[in-house]
């Protein structure tokens, strides 16, 4: 049976006065994260909300910068660690009598919703320890921020660089993307193409007059019908490629001989090569047609050689994956900073209308991190 | 030099008054006709000009149905030929500065404008005829018609088939659409197919959890490419067939499997064949993939080898060369009335922007026809 949860869950949309909870049940934290409505752009009365409650913790230096949070110890620790999340979530369920809604629903203990694995458990976890590690082994720089699920852009993390490198600064970053419990280093990278075919258009009652277009793509598709992704192992995990037409149009009417086809390429490569090196591989198997790249986001090393990463991947005692989506690990990368993805939840699930995650989950992560940054150095 | 041609042709657009002169220069009556604007749906102003004309006619029967005529001479001759050509034109070109509007415009003994070739040269014979051949050696029931450049639902002739057959009967059928002073005998068929393949939808950087329907049309396009469309010698001349895709689609997002991808092909088909046959054909190509029928008008034999049709090409003095294009005289072909077409003008310039006839050419026309319908049987 589905059911509400008790208040104050049941309370209607936050406003800057809503209270959270930081030292009570990282999952009832995580549905009370839920129930403030926060699709991208919508982030403020969430980012209010954990000010707030950050502002109340004497150990935090907190900074705000629009509806992104930075709150960091400065306890003179050799290791800075950052842990970051994005407090918004993609655009709720339009399907009827979908679970992913707001607010959240338990069902048994597993709680559905908008934000139950990408990312609000996460976010809870972050809060959870940020109020209740009151002598970390490290110091940590908790990063929350806004616009992650639309262009890159408008990204907050973004902006912190920008506006805010000095607040960036850290040895590792954990980012709270759900992992189903388990590190997953560094991501795959992404690019775009287009690949074009040109004909000469004539009436199809004389084809013989024209040049068809779509047919002059037959190659193109027999080209990605046939190549074989290669995985490949970086840094100790394997990252597997790939490569896929993702759109094809061609033709204009139905007696028309087409004189264009398009056919648009997404290729996924794995982080020991940059996009320049991923566009050089695309245009060789492709020698010969007009292409152009469209689009294009190195990934990320998963730099799980680097002492911090290793100790955590031990403190976590799971068998470390390669992250296949480009998250903003590349970003962290980008900036020098080696870091992995560490979160409640399966991946599978997110931007989904079944879109859930158990409480187990979020107490386990919690765990992993408090052990990891409790232990004896 | 390109100038208006001296009035009556620059009287603004018609009314149900406007005087037709049959009488006068078969090309000059054609600018005339062209200088009433007749867009499919549009065809009322001419139509009323040329009722109006018609009834001046003392030798002929005639019968009003929407916006087509029929006007019948009865001599109680051994046979009878329709005559027959469409009033409407494809839409005016939107092109700034095109010459194919209305009025119409001489740029020295060239006509330029819409319906010059396609074919308001042809029903200025058919009316020249009608007011001149005052004791034609075989009856002739004249056809004008409308809404013959949109769908075939809508076809004047299809009408007049459907509620006045007794107008219809006849030996033989001439259509005056443009075939540059030749007789072409027969059409093409046409038919048209949707050839799918279905994937699984997968998010791009899992590639592998999915399968690519873009991928899976390569041997669809494979076989269009490699076809080799047959040229069919039927009762003498030589049909060019032709097999292609028109149009293809597939995917909805750059960062998605395609899981459906649709290949439209359209099959024109020599009238050694009807649309079953044509189907059990492309069906067979595509033997596995999903395929469906979506359009089929069967083509039409020539029908030269009748003595009727044969005098006729006689009387022109060319050889006759097969119709690709698709025609109304599949439409007679159903009725059982061999049927050709022969008409001034280039069909390659039907619907162009650049269409236009030559005075010479109507005159051509005019005086084959007039020769074939005057000479002593």
């Known amino acids: 049976m589905v059911h509400s949860k008790p208040s104050p869950a049941t309370t209607p949309t936050a406003t800057s006065a809503t209270n959270l909870d930081l030292n009570g049940d990282v999952a009832d934290l995580t549905a009370t994260l839920m129930d403030i409505e926060s699709v991208s752009g919508n982030e403020r009365a969430l980012a209010d909300a954990i000010e707030s409650a950050l502002r109340k913790i004497p150990s935090l230096q907190v900074h705000r910068d629009g509806d992104s949070l930075v709150a960091r110890t400065t306890l003179g620790r050799a290791e800075r660690v950052i842990l970051a999340g994005h407090l918004d979530t993609v655009p709720l369920p339009t399907t009827p009598g979908s679970r992913g809604t707001v607010p959240s629903?338990?069902?048994?203990?597993?709680?559905?919703?908008?934000?139950?694995?990408?990312?609000?458990?996460?976010?809870?976890?972050?809060?959870?320890?940020?109020?209740?590690?009151?002598?970390?082994?490290?110091?940590?720089?908790?990063?929350?921020?806004?616009?992650?699920?639309?262009?890159?852009?408008?990204?907050?993390?973004?902006?912190?660089?920008?506006?805010?490198?000095?607040?960036?600064?850290?040895?590792?970053?954990?980012?709270?993307?759900?992992?189903?419990?388990?590190?997953?280093?560094?991501?795959?990278?992404?690019?775009?193409?287009?690949?074009?075919?040109?004909?000469?258009?004539?009436?199809?009652?004389?084809a013989w007059m024209g040049e068809n277009a779509i047919h002059a793509a037959a190659p193109i598709l027999q080209i990605l019908a046939d190549y074989q992704p290669r995985t490949v192992n970086v840094d100790g995990l394997d990252y597997r490629e790939s490569m896929n037409a993702v759109r094809i149009n061609g033709g204009i009417a139905g007696n028309v001989i087409p004189d264009a086809c398009e056919v648009e390429v997404n290729y996924r490569f794995a982080p020991d090569k940059d996009v320049a090196a991923a566009e050089a591989h695309v245009f060789e198997l492709f020698a010969g047609f007009d292409i152009i790249r469209t689009d294009g986001a190195g990934g990320a090393r998963p730099g799980l050689q680097h002492p911090v990463a290793a100790a955590f991947v031990a403190a976590v005692g799971q068998a470390p994956k390669p992250k296949y989506g480009w998250t903003d690990v590349a970003r962290f990368s980008d900036l020098g900073i080696p870091a992995v993805n560490f979160g409640p939840g399966d991946a599978l699930l997110a931007h989904s209308d079944n879109e859930h995650?158990?409480?187990?989950?979020?107490?386990?992560?919690?765990?992993?991190?408090?052990?990891?940054?409790?232990?004896?150095?």
């Open 357 to 377: 995650v158990t409480r187990g989950a979020i107490h386990e992560c919690l765990a992993a991190l408090r052990r990891w940054l409790s232990a004896e150095l």
């Open 105 to 206: 629903a338990w069902d048994g203990e597993t709680l559905y919703g908008r934000g139950a694995t990408d990312m609000k458990g996460g976010v809870a976890v972050q809060l959870a320890l940020a109020a209740t590690l009151s002598e970390p082994n490290r110091d940590i720089t908790f990063i929350f921020y806004d616009h992650e699920e639309v262009e890159g852009s408008k990204s907050g993390l973004g902006r912190l660089a920008r506006n805010n490198p000095e607040l960036l600064v850290g040895d590792f970053a954990i980012l709270l993307e759900p992992t189903n419990g388990t590190v997953e280093g560094g991501c795959n990278g992404t690019s775009r193409y287009k690949v074009r075919t040109k004909g000469v258009a004539a009436h199809s009652a004389r």
